[in-house]
């Protein structure tokens, strides 16, 4: 039985769950965002808009040494000057640690994790012949090494799936399902160096906000697995998952933070305006005639959602 403060936090979000829809969006700041993050933004926004419902904005900074300075400041204000408003105030998962490692614990004290202490090499190595990411082949399972410190390394902490196919209700991409055993692995819920896994604070984060519509680019596909096996541990409702297909460039290539994708800056100095670049990014899904100047107000009213998702599904 999940302690009584978080079973609190669970029905709060299952309460919103029943009173209406709600999306998210969920940058992490890691860099200016580039036209791929924004037109996931306003896809976000749209299906959650056409639904009648709130769009909540969340930055994903747990992972402290990958965020870069301005970078949050740098979202905000682009989201606002293309007219992406969120409802209610900012999240930031960094000011939910307590609510992720009470999870985390509850877990632990139940029996579902198991401390593992293999390497990123070991794991490499593992999988190398066969050129895919490792799919953790539970070398640990059954070893009972303690979870204290040992050679210098704090080991990390691993979610036992029990075999079977994890699914999840998809709207746009390939049918949602991947075996747990030979296509997911045991999932890192903290890693070894004591940061909190991204998968443990996504799928709380969907709970307890009561977030129906998770929508974002299909690179993060595979990352649904993990996440819909926390949610089950938890006995919550999945939510449903939108994976975009990514904007590439005219070689194909998809666009990159990392790489200095172009970003709304580039555009500005172009002298585009809001309503230039927001007809820019919907012409590309076929949503508006090429050309057209749109607001974000204006499109909403010009699309609904079954034609949203059959553009969407036609390029996936």
């Known amino acids: 039985m999940l302690p009584e ?5 669970l029905e709060a979000g299952a309460q919103w769950r029943r009173q209406g829809r709600r999306g998210r969006y ?25 639904q009648g419902g709130e769009w909540l904005l969340r930055i994903d900074d747990l992972d402290t040494p990958r965020n870069r300075p301005g970078a949050e400041a740098s979202i905000l204000a682009d989201l606002r000057w293309l007219g992406l408003h969120w409802d209610g105030p900012l999240i930031r998962q960094s000011e939910r640690r307590g ?48 979870w204290g410190v040992q050679q210098g390394r704090l080991p990390s902490w691993r979610l036992r799936l ?4 994890i699914t999840w209700p998809e709207r746009v991409a390939a049918a949602g399902g991947l075996d747990a055993q030979s296509q997911v ?44 096996a926390v949610i089950r541990e938890l ?38 305006d809001a309503p230039a670049v ?8 076929q949503l508006v005639p090429v ?13 609904d959602l079954l034609a949203l998702r059959g553009c969407l599904a036609a390029r996936a």
């Open 278 to 285: 927001v007809g820019w990014m919907a012409s590309q899904l």
């Open 5 to 9: 403060h978080l079973q609190q936090q």
């Open 185 to 228: 692995g045991d999932v890192v819920l903290r890693r070894a160096d004591g940061f909190l896994a991204y998968h443990l604070a996504t799928a709380v984060d969907e709970l307890c906000l009561g977030v129906a519509d998770v929508v974002r680019g299909d690179d993060l596909w595979s990352a649904t697995a993990p996440q819909v």
């Open 99 to 146: 609510l992720y490692s009470s999870v985390l614990s509850w877990l632990r004290r139940s029996g579902r994790l198991y401390p593992c202490r293999c390497s990123r090499r070991l794991l490499a190595d593992i999988s190398a012949p066969h050129g895919a990411s490792p799919v953790y082949p539970g070398l640990c399972r059954e070893r009972g090494d303690g």
């Open 291 to 303: 050309g057209t100047r749109i607001s974000c107000a204006e499109l909403l009213q010009a699309v």
């Open 26 to 50: 969920a940058p992490s700041p890691t860099g200016r965002l580039h036209l791929g993050n924004l037109r996931t933004a306003l896809l976000s926004w749209l299906i959650t808009r056409l």
């Open 235 to 272: 006995g919550g409702e999945l939510p449903d998952y939108w994976h975009l297909p990514l904007w590439r460039d005219g070689e194909g290539r998809r666009l990159s933070k990392r790489e200095g994708g172009v970003g709304l800056a580039s555009l500005q100095e172009q002298g585009l």
């Open 162 to 165: 029990p075999p079977g196919l």
